[in-house]
């Protein structure tokens, strides 16, 4: 009688069947679920590349853990700025979730911004034309984003090529034949040190020799001049005299000593250089042509 009163429920309380052990891991297992899906942090969304956007996302999302569609597609919604939350509105707004929330979401993603031909086309024109202080696997990763499924296409590749030096173009070439674009991008990055120094280097450059008439230069040009009718170029040592700014010392002689540096002085580097020859002009008051025409001698 009294094991059978033991045994029996009293005062209407419930008989609390006891957990099983699975029941407990599976609980524990959820929760740890729940708490990878809150601490997973995600970048933020790139419109420029929704792609590559969308494959980190669900790296991160599985890495961590994270694998149902529902969940998957929250934190993934949570990342969209107002203006693209507007285009996927009609699928948070769902209830219940459709079963496959999250593979419609990056569908619809991928839809909206994705780039058109024309944009990836303006995208391309507008990369340097130079790889600069840009790494060549750099330059590939810019390319891959704009033709993720043609990288290894002919055209995508001559764009990679055109923007590298001579010598390395030429060794990646040869590379191309047996490996792939981003195989060869990877090993072109150690045959290329950007020109860091290509500013520094045009500013304090001394001024290059070509732009300096030689003494063969001078003796043509007198000749040229001579030729039509100039009579005041006579000594050809006066062209190599560089222009100088007045000095206030000297002004008073400065009248007296005009020779045949007056008409050379006075025209463009091209003019000096080439003489009749020279196809430009680079102005500046130069007065070649007015020299040439027999004007020289009204001006002085």
Excluded at 113 to 126: C, M, N, P, S, V
Excluded at 220 to 233: E, M, N
Excluded at 256 to 284: E, K, L
């Amino acid at each position: 009688m009294e094991s059978s009163a033991r045994q029996s429920p009293t005062n209407g309380d419930r008989v609390k069947k006891p957990s099983s052990l699975h029941g407990f891991q599976a609980d524990a297992a959820n929760d740890a679920l729940h708490l990878n899906a809150v601490r997973v942090d995600l970048p933020q969304f790139d419109d420029d590349d929704v792609e590559t956007w969308i494959l980190m996302c669900e790296n991160l999302m599985l890495e961590a853990g994270v694998r149902r569609q529902d969940t998957m597609f929250r934190k993934l919604l949570a990342k969209l700025p107002p203006h693209c939350f507007r285009a996927v509105k009609q699928l948070a707004t769902q209830n219940p979730l459709s079963p496959d929330c999250y593979e419609q979401l990056t569908r619809r993603l991928r839809q909206r911004f994705a780039l058109t031909d024309g944009e990836r086309l303006q995208k391309l024109e507008r990369l340097p034309s130079t790889l600069g202080d840009l790494k060549p696997s750099q330059l590939y990763g810019q390319l891959e984003a704009l033709y993720p499924d043609e990288v290894d296409s002919p055209i995508v590749k001559e764009h990679f090529l055109k923007r590298l030096p001579q010598p390395l173009r030429l060794l990646c070439r040869e590379w191309l034949v047996s490996s792939s674009l981003a195989d060869v991008a990877v090993r072109a990055d150690q045959h290329y040190t950007p020109d860091c120094d290509v500013f520094t280097t045009r500013a304090e450059a001394p001024p290059s020799t070509h732009d300096v008439p030689t003494q063969q230069d001078c003796d043509d040009l007198v000749a040229a001049a001579t030729r039509f009718g100039q009579p005041h170029v006579r000594d050809s040592q006066a062209c190599m005299t560089r222009p100088r700014l007045p000095n206030p010392r000297s002004s008073a002689n400065a009248r007296g000593r005009r020779r045949g540096t007056y008409f050379i002085d006075r025209w463009c580097r091209i003019h000096q250089r080439y003489g009749p020859q020279a196809r430009n002009c680079m102005g500046d008051g130069c007065s070649f042509l007015r020299d040439m025409q027999g004007n020289g001698q009204d001006s002085q």
